[in-house]
């Protein structure tokens, strides 16, 4: 059941702490509200332990407990915090990614949390993203997603209404190609291509009223078959603007000099474009609707074996819940911030103003233990149909085989 703690609640917990509580802990060792004497343990990477430390110092001072800080590596940090927690040895809180998320539910080591009027300080998306089966289980912080770049000396910053558009202009530029895209080479890249599917309404999975995915496939039907036709006639058969040969490092090298006036890359990229003027929009459409790119997000996660989770949740959202705790995470990681005003803050570069503006109109990308399943089948069935494949039947299989995968 969620548990719903509110602004009022915290501010209890709070009291409680300051007045040195003697009663302690339960017997099972749940909700202490102890403030001499409890302790905190956070799980963190090192990038972020520096901008934590300044939250965790406050909450000490105003409730008497104690905040121990454990750096760890980033990718031993999902598999650790679900060993351990059940052990009663991981912590009361860990950052994390949001695609953690479902396996974390799994495995029933993450609690829900309430943000009460915070709630809307953040951006949708990442409050989206940290939802699992409508409850809200982490503390965004950050986001990232990509976006179209464009070489302004080439086409102008203005942002393209279309593919067609976007395709028109950069053959009037007269490079050798109008628009380069990674698809991993022969791999393939569901990702990078996302964009463009959700432009013909095919999400890979079906979302439901409150933001959350089910496991039910959407990218089949009358969408799905209309979006890998697009494909297959800009690929190998078609006009050739999307290829297999054509993979990150070779699609940074022909944005980069100038052979490709456009691509479609995330924020991390956008160094490898030394000396060229850079504009960043969002995706064009390609099939209609609105291109929604995957967003991902991070945050930071509650354990449900925490003994003290009611000091837990008033440090997340009294403490990390603020501005001033999100802009030393900005500063510390700075990627897209969950906090709106400090997202429109940082807007004011134009760049990052562009990977905002994509980020808002991007989904999360699925959370759900069935997405493990998808990246290969789906992948594949998109480099076949660059490659020369029926798309209606090569795309159709996908689906059919992904959905016995899952039924299985």
């Given at each position: 059941?969620?548990?719903?703690?509110?602004?009022?609640?915290?501010?209890?917990?709070?009291?409680v702490?300051?007045?040195?509580?003697?009663?302690?802990?339960?017997?099972?060792?749940?909700?202490?509200?102890?403030?001499?004497?409890?302790?905190?343990?956070?799980w963190?990477?090192?990038?972020?332990?520096?901008?934590?430390?300044?939250?965790?110092?406050?909450?000490?001072?105003?409730?008497g407990?104690?905040?121990?800080?454990?750096?760890?590596?980033?990718?031993?940090?999902?598999?650790?915090?679900?060993?351990?927690?059940?052990?009663?040895?991981?912590?009361?809180?860990?950052?994390?990614?949001?695609d953690?998320?479902?396996a974390?539910?799994?495995?029933?080591?993450?609690?829900?949390?309430?943000?009460?009027?915070?709630?809307?300080?953040?951006?949708?998306?990442?409050?989206?993203?940290?939802?699992?089966?409508?409850?809200?289980?982490?503390?965004?912080?950050?986001?990232?997603?990509?976006?179209?770049?464009?070489?302004?000396?080439?086409?102008?910053?203005?942002?393209?209404?279309?593919?067609?558009?976007?395709?028109?202009?950069?053959?009037?530029?007269?490079?050798?190609?109008?628009?380069?895209?990674?698809?991993?080479?022969?791999?393939?890249?569901?990702?990078?291509?996302?964009?463009?599917?959700?432009?013909?309404?095919?999400?890979?999975?079906?979302?439901?009223?409150?933001?959350?995915?089910?496991?039910?496939?959407?990218?089949?039907?009358?969408?799905?078959?209309?979006?890998?036709?697009?494909?297959?006639?800009?690929?190998?058969?078609?006009?050739?603007?999307?290829?297999?040969?054509?993979?990150?490092?070779?699609?940074?090298?022909?944005?980069?000099?100038?052979?490709?006036?456009?691509?479609?890359?995330?924020?991390?990229a956008?160094?490898?474009?030394?000396?060229?003027?850079?504009?960043?929009?969002?995706?064009?459409?390609?099939g209609?609707?609105?291109?929604?790119?995957?967003?991902?997000?991070?945050?930071?996660?509650?354990?449900s074996?925490?003994?003290n989770?009611?000091?837990?949740?008033?440090?997340?959202?009294?403490?990390?819940?603020?501005?001033?705790?999100?802009?030393?995470?900005?500063?510390?990681?700075?990627?897209?911030?969950?906090?709106?005003?400090?997202?429109?803050?940082?807007?004011s570069?134009?760049?990052t103003?562009?990977?905002?503006?994509?980020?808002?109109?991007?989904?999360?990308?699925?959370?759900?233990?069935?997405?493990?399943?998808?990246?290969?089948?789906?992948?594949a069935?998109?480099?076949?149909?660059?490659?020369?494949?029926?798309?209606?039947?090569?795309?159709?299989?996908?689906?059919?085989?992904?959905?016995?995968?899952?039924?299985?």
């Open positions: 059941m969620r548990k719903h703690i509110g602004v009022g609640a915290l501010a209890l917990v709070a009291a702490v300051l007045a040195g509580c003697s009663a302690g802990a339960s017997d099972n060792g749940d909700d202490a509200t102890s403030g001499d004497g409890a302790e905190l343990v956070i963190t990477d090192a990038e972020r332990e520096a901008a934590i430390t300044s939250a965790a110092e406050a909450f000490e001072e105003e409730t407990a104690k905040v121990t800080l454990v750096p760890k590596n980033f990718e031993d940090l999902r598999n650790d915090f679900i060993a351990q927690v059940p052990t009663g040895e991981g912590p009361d809180i860990t950052v994390g990614a949001h953690w998320l479902g974390l539910v799994a495995a029933g080591v993450v609690d829900t949390i309430d943000l009460g009027d915070k709630a809307s300080e953040f951006e949708q998306v990442a409050l989206d993203a940290m939802t699992y089966d409508g409850q809200l289980y982490a503390l965004p912080y950050s986001l990232e997603t990509i976006a179209l770049v464009q070489n302004v000396d080439l086409v102008g910053a203005e942002a393209p209404a279309t593919w067609e558009d976007m395709i028109a202009k950069g053959l009037a530029a007269g490079t050798e190609r109008p628009f380069v895209i990674n698809t991993a080479g022969e791999t393939g890249d569901g990702y990078t291509m996302y964009g463009l599917q959700t432009s013909f309404g095919a999400p890979v999975f079906v979302q439901d009223d409150t933001g959350s995915y089910t496991s039910e496939v959407g990218m089949g039907g009358a969408p799905g078959e209309a979006f890998a036709a697009w494909l297959g006639a800009n690929g190998a058969n078609g006009t050739g603007y999307i290829s297999t040969t054509i993979d990150y490092d070779i699609n940074n090298e022909l944005f980069a000099s100038g052979k490709a006036p456009y691509t479609i890359q995330g924020p991390w956008i160094s490898s474009y030394e000396g060229v003027e850079v504009a960043v929009n969002p995706i064009p459409s390609a209609g609707e609105p291109a929604a790119p995957f967003v991902g997000v991070q945050g930071f996660y509650l354990s074996k925490s003994k989770a009611l000091l837990a949740q008033e440090f997340l959202v009294n403490y990390l819940g603020t501005e001033e705790a999100q802009r030393a995470l900005y500063e510390a990681d700075p990627r897209i911030p969950a906090w709106s005003t400090l997202a429109e803050e940082v807007s570069d134009p760049i103003a562009g990977f905002v503006a994509s980020a808002q109109g991007g989904v999360p990308m699925p959370s759900i233990p069935e997405m493990g399943s998808v990246w290969d089948l789906w992948n069935a998109q480099v076949q149909i660059i490659n020369g494949a029926d798309p209606a039947s090569t795309w159709n299989t996908m689906v059919a085989d992904l959905e016995t995968t899952l039924a299985g």
